[in-house]
């Protein structure tokens, strides 16, 4: 009998397994900076803050959109859900959120559609940006 239970099971784990793994994979790409080792932040203070107006989203590389991302991950500002976080910066008043979180809003909204995590992130993170520096 047991020989018969342990059987049925194989399929069944074997679905399991295939699933995990499936998982797994998702897991991964969606990790822009998964051998990072740190970021060097005079060189991610000069990114962020030396954003150019008027990028053209289609000529910036994937990398560099990645990088970018990673960037914000290291500040905790994105998850790698894609979920914004800055209540720290609410918090310290650094950030109006009467001002900024409706902008946040409409491009997330904006760029809704867009599948690559990478390139999702970077146009919402430029959308905000190109906000804020046409407003300065």
């Not at 793994?21 to 051998?35: G, L, T, V």
């Not at 959120?97 to 867009?114: D, G, H, Q, S, T």
């Not at 690559?116 to 300065?136: G, H, M, P, V």
Request: hydrophobic residues 40%.
């Amino acid at each position: 009998m047991p020989e018969k239970m342990s059987l049925r099971l194989v399929p069944h784990l074997a679905c399991i397994i295939f699933i995990l793994e499936i998982q797994f994979r998702i897991a991964d790409s969606n990790d822009p900076c998964p051998h990072n080792q740190g970021i060097d932040e005079d060189i991610a203070e000069s990114i962020l803050g030396d954003w150019p107006a008027n990028v053209d989203l289609t000529s910036v590389k994937r990398s560099h959109k990645c990088y970018v991302t990673c960037i914000l991950q290291y500040y905790n500002i994105v998850t790698t859900s894609g979920e914004i976080f800055l209540d720290k910066y609410y918090d310290t008043g650094v950030i109006d959120e009467l001002a900024v979180a409706p902008k946040i809003n409409r491009c997330r909204y904006e760029f809704r559609m867009e599948t690559d995590y990478c390139s999702r992130i970077f146009a919402i993170f430029n959308c905000l940006r190109q906000e804020i520096l046409t407003k300065s």
